[in-house]
Nanobody, 117 residues
Framework: QVQLVESGGGLVQPGGSLRLSCAAS????????MRWHRQAPGKEREWVAQ????????IYADSVKGRFTISRDDSKNTVTLQMNSLIVDDTAVYYC??????????WGQGTLVTVSS
């Protein structure tokens, strides 16, 4: 069955770094663009970053641009989100999302990132 499993979340101090990973299985990974989203406590889910098929055209939300880097490894069916210079407002549950069309997409269960001193 389709699975997207996020890992790498945890507690980090402001200014620190974390690397999130998402392992995909059960579908043809190379046919899907990959996205990261996040949902902070009491807020709506927001899009964070996207990387297209073949690793093309990474794009980022303004709030993370210059601090986060999305990448994919099609040989391992994984997508990562390198997060640097973390701030308290980055605290959220981070979700991995595979998307080909609006109705053809999958979601992971999320991994919690807490930025706190």
């Amino acid at each position: 069955q389709v699975q997207l499993v996020e890992s790498g979340g945890g507690l980090v101090q402001p200014g620190g770094s974390l690397r999130l990973s998402c392992a995909a299985s059960g579908f043809t990974f190379t046919r899907y663009a990959m996205r990261w989203h996040r949902q902070a406590p009491g807020k709506e889910r927001e899009w964070v970053a996207q990387i297209n098929i073949l690793g093309g055209s990474p794009i980022y939300a303004d709030s993370v641009k210059g601090r986060f880097t999305i990448s994919r490894d099609d040989s391992k069916n994984t997508v990562t989100l390198q997060m640097n210079s973390l701030i308290v407002d980055d605290t959220a549950v981070y979700y991995c999302n595979a998307i080909r069309t609006g109705s053809d997409q999958y979601w992971g269960q999320g991994t919690l990132v807490t930025v706190s001193s």
